[in-house]
């Protein structure tokens, strides 16, 4: 696996009268503030095409394909089936959404793009992995707004995978493999983020004959005006020190809002009645990780509004680790796997109850 970023060192150049907090910050993402409040992304990780020929790589685990999602917004999918499916049974269908802050980043890039093909071929399931806006130039809720374009997105495959013939025709990865009763909203970093407020959203839809059974938010990136006793402890993290989160924060929210905001605190949503109304979750973290204290108190927020939660906090690591370290990320997908099966199973149960 490829090495960890380092954001103490990089290139970059700062706005105008930035802080010197955030002008360090701006070179370790590498990032040039430009006069129209965009910002240009250099020396950024390397990408991977998609590769739906399973004869172009014999040992690829998984295949992948890009579908459209909006061409207004020009938002897609990166679509990945395990080349080896089991022979009987459809998949469980993960929508996924990448991290980077809000700000960086692709679904296309190389690591999310490794790590979404391993997890396809692990659990197996199918991944849709999606490509959405980016802030500065597109700031929150927008990514909000990608990510329900994508829940629906799912509900339309659903409808047209069961019309067969009588329809517009469904994706035949999807029709073939897919178990649209089945889907899990799973995000890392800013993507755990965007599984939260999705499916804050997602529980006021009709999404018929497609169900969202489960959430998997892992090492999910909020934040708050204060800082908390981990960020404090791990303020020297490589990736994700404050002075970074904090201008991460700057570039993605809603302009003029601090990081009290429902969008970055999680407590900040604590009145909201839809919590108790979201399905099992899956929070994961590392004890290491700078934003371990957040994951913690989000793990709890769901517990009292009666949310069925798994906690999966592993000693040690850092942020993003099982990205880059195969023994992390193979405890993650298990984890993931377990989770997956353990909703399952609860659901086939009550089926066969639901027959008696």
Not at 107 to 130: E, G, I, M, Q
Not at 277 to 283: G, H, I, N
Request: with cysteine; net charge negative; charged share 25%.
């Amino acid at each position: 696996m490829m090495p960890r970023p380092d954001a103490r060192s990089g290139a970059g150049q700062p706005p105008p009268g930035a802080s010197p907090e955030d002008a360090a910050a701006y070179k370790s993402l590498s990032l040039v503030a430009n006069p129209d409040g965009s910002i240009t992304r250099i020396n950024q990780p390397p990408t991977l095409p998609a590769n739906p020929d399973p004869e172009s790589d014999p040992t690829a685990v998984a295949l992948s394909k890009d579908v459209p999602l909006n061409p207004a917004r020009n938002t897609s999918i990166r679509l990945f089936r395990p080349t080896a499916p089991p022979a009987a049974g459809k998949l469980p269908l993960i929508i996924y959404f990448h991290g980077g802050g809000f700000i960086l980043l692709s679904a296309a890039t190389l690591f999310f793009h490794k790590s979404s093909s391993r997890l396809a071929a692990r659990l197996p399931a199918v991944v849709a992995s999606v490509e959405y806006r980016l802030a500065p130039e597109h700031r929150l809720p927008a990514a909000y707004d990608d990510a329900m374009d994508a829940i629906n997105w799912a509900k339309t495959e659903a409808i047209a995978a069961a019309a067969g013939g009588c329809a517009a025709a469904a994706d035949p990865w999807l029709k073939e493999l897919a178990d649209f009763s089945r889907i899990f909203l799973m995000g890392s970093s800013a993507g755990g983020n965007m599984v939260y407020h999705a499916a804050l959203r997602a529980v006021d839809l009709d999404l018929r004959p497609a169900e969202i059974v489960g959430l998997i938010m892992n090492e999910a990136f909020f934040g708050g005006v204060g800082r908390t006793e981990s960020e404090v402890e791990h303020n020297d993290d490589v990736l994700v020190p404050s002075h970074v989160t904090d201008l991460l924060w700057s570039l993605a929210l809603p302009a003029g809002a601090d990081r009290g905001h429902v969008y970055c605190d999680a407590a900040a949503t604590a009145g909201d009645e839809r919590i108790r109304r979201l399905p099992a979750s899956m929070v994961a973290g590392y004890t290491g990780d700078p934003l371990v204290d957040r994951q913690r108190e989000l793990a709890k927020l769901l517990e009292e509004r009666g949310v069925k939660v798994t906690r999966r906090f592993v000693d040690g690591g850092c942020h993003a680790i099982e990205l880059f370290e195969k023994e992390y990320s193979d405890k993650l997908f298990d984890d993931v796997k377990d989770f997956v099966c353990s909703v399952g199973g609860d659901r086939m149960l009550g089926k066969a109850a639901a027959n008696l």
